[in-house]
């Protein structure tokens, strides 16, 4: 890691790609421990990363033993930004400052707008089950496929007494009749 520079609330760095040592996370750069404790606040770890001067993607922060911390890289990300284990990235931190620290889709906004019920249940759940329903109804790009989905998550969050069963879940993903 080279030196940092602190900039109107973004830390920039330069770290190495380095394979993961476990079979969940395929790829981390190293955060800087100092950096790192500013970013987090309270129980917050979000950031916006930017690397080698890409556009700006939400992740967090993961502490990595010994009190060292890492960004995990997923395979998609390095693919479209051509790097692979051992490159040097230039690194750009700040902190995610958004609610949900992951965009909420049009078509689920709209439905805790018309479903009090629905949007309490949502918001009743731990921050990291609502980032995974995020992740869920966002990560589709068709309009109609995200509104489906977004009603099958609600649906199923009002079903379950606002518990998560994620195979049932996936089964109302496939085919939102059930």
């Not at 981390?28 to 979000?46: Q, T």
């Not at 890409?54 to 997923?74: D, P, R």
Request: proline letters at 3%.
């Amino acid at each position: 890691m080279k030196t940092i520079h602190p900039s109107s609330e973004a830390y920039r760095f330069t770290s190495t790609l380095e394979r993961s040592d476990n079979r969940l996370w395929g790829c981390h750069f190293r955060v800087p421990a100092h950096v790192a404790n500013r970013l987090i606040e309270s129980k917050s770890r979000r950031v916006l990363c930017s690397l080698n001067g890409s556009s700006e993607h939400q992740c967090a922060i993961l502490h990595h033993g010994n009190g060292g911390f890492v960004i995990t890289v997923n395979k998609k990300l390095r693919d479209t930004l051509g790097i692979t284990f051992g490159m040097d990235v230039r690194v750009s931190l700040k902190k995610d400052r958004s609610d949900y620290g992951l965009p909420v889709p049009e078509e689920l906004a709209e439905i805790f707008n018309q479903d009090e019920e629905g949007n309490t249940i949502f918001h009743a759940l731990t921050q990291g089950k609502q980032r995974t329903l995020l992740h869920i109804v966002g990560s589709v790009k068709n309009s109609e496929k995200r509104l489906s989905r977004a009603l099958a998550v609600i649906k199923h969050l009002k079903a379950n007494s606002g518990k998560i069963n994620y195979k049932q879940l996936n089964a109302m993903l496939r085919d939102p009749r059930r």
